[in-house]
């Protein structure tokens, strides 16, 4: 889907949401939702590759992207997701820049890349390999996770590392490895992620984020971040039943 791509890139805010619900009943009711993506969470769930498939397949019907966050750096793993049809993956824990150059070397096409060429579905199954190939590298997007105390240290040589798309930051993790859990430390995570947003779009990439609720989506608009993955199915699935059973019992 290049419009999700040419979105991204352009700096439109695009809303989306971890699915970590191993059903495609639970993709299509996210996608029925109004959500801009899906990204399919197959680091932290219980979702295999063969299950990818299917759920890529029920956000498609649809019409919502589906990306999916990889549990590694495998390249195997990448190109997986993508020959399943993913608009997108969201690779974890990159550190460094040679870790977000090989993340781009899996997930694009020679010239750009090093992906090879499957007859999976994206390529349908073989019958349209010729399409694919000439559209993919346009049409997906890459954005890297960074999440750590190394990467937010090495984030300018991170940033300048060409075709990624998404520069997408992991708060939760990042305020673990640089010591800043917690409200008293609220100041200092901020000036981690202010300074890695910051880094990134002195570079031209766009700036994804992280929020468990969408309370400060709008402050941190202003700070120049676009993309954003709320919540997860899961936990929008755990709060809207406690705030309903909250109410039955108050009623």
Not at 22 to 33: C, D, G, L, Q, R
Request: net charge negative; aromatic share 6%; glycine share 10%.
């Amino acid at each position: 889907m290049k419009e999700f791509r040419q979105k991204c890139l352009a700096g439109d805010r695009v809303i989306g949401t971890f699915a970590a619900i191993p059903h495609p009943v639970a993709i299509e009711v996210a996608a029925a939702s109004g959500l801009d993506f899906l990204c399919i969470d197959a680091e932290h769930s219980q979702i295999g590759r063969e299950l990818i498939e299917n759920l890529v397949r029920a956000s498609d019907v649809h019409r919502v992207p589906a990306m999916v966050r990889v549990p590694g750096h495998a390249p195997e793993s990448i190109a997986g997701v993508l020959d399943a049809g993913a608009a997108g993956v969201l690779v974890p824990r990159v550190s460094t820049a040679s870790q977000a150059r090989a993340a781009v070397m899996a997930t694009r096409y020679p010239p750009v890349g090093e992906r090879g060429v499957g007859p999976g579905r994206a390529a349908g199954y073989g019958y349209r390999i010729p399409d694919y190939l000439a559209s993919a590298n346009e049409s997906i997007v890459l954005a890297i996770q960074i999440e750590t105390a190394e990467g937010l240290a090495n984030i300018e040589e991170i940033v300048a590392v060409e075709g990624i798309d998404v520069i997408f930051i992991g708060p939760g993790d990042l305020s673990v490895s640089i010591g800043a859990m917690g409200p008293k430390n609220a100041d200092k995570l901020d000036a981690a992620i202010t300074a890695i947003a910051d880094a990134a779009r002195k570079t031209g990439k766009t700036v994804g984020i992280f929020r468990p609720t969408a309370d400060d989506i709008g402050r941190w608009s202003k700070a120049g971040i676009s993309f954003y993955l709320l919540a997860s199915d899961t936990m929008f699935l755990g709060a809207s039943l406690a705030a309903g059973v909250t109410a039955a019992r108050n009623a």
